[in-house]
């Protein structure tokens, strides 16, 4: 029954044109550094070459690349 009423809630909000999840600009750091990352990994550096060069974590590089769909 919970799940029900839930799943309905959530269908209903979305009707109602509700964004779900992190929406573009909340991630301050990566969004603010995006361009930066695509260019150094197009360089051939690696993952771990630019965090230390931009001061963030190896995850955060990896997590910009996968967003924008880096081959």
Do not use: C, H
């Not at 269908?11 to 109602?16: F, I, L, Q």
């Not at 695509?38 to 690696?46: F, I, Q, W």
């Amino acid at each position: 029954m919970l799940r029900e009423r839930i799943r309905s809630g959530i269908s209903a909000a979305k009707e109602r044109g509700v964004k779900f999840g992190r929406q573009e600009g909340q991630r301050l750091k990566a969004d603010r550094n995006k361009a930066k990352v695509l260019k150094l990994r197009a360089e051939g550096k690696s993952y771990r070459a630019i965090a230390s060069e931009l001061n963030f974590g190896k995850n955060t590089v990896i997590d910009i690349i996968k967003r924008n769909k880096w081959p």
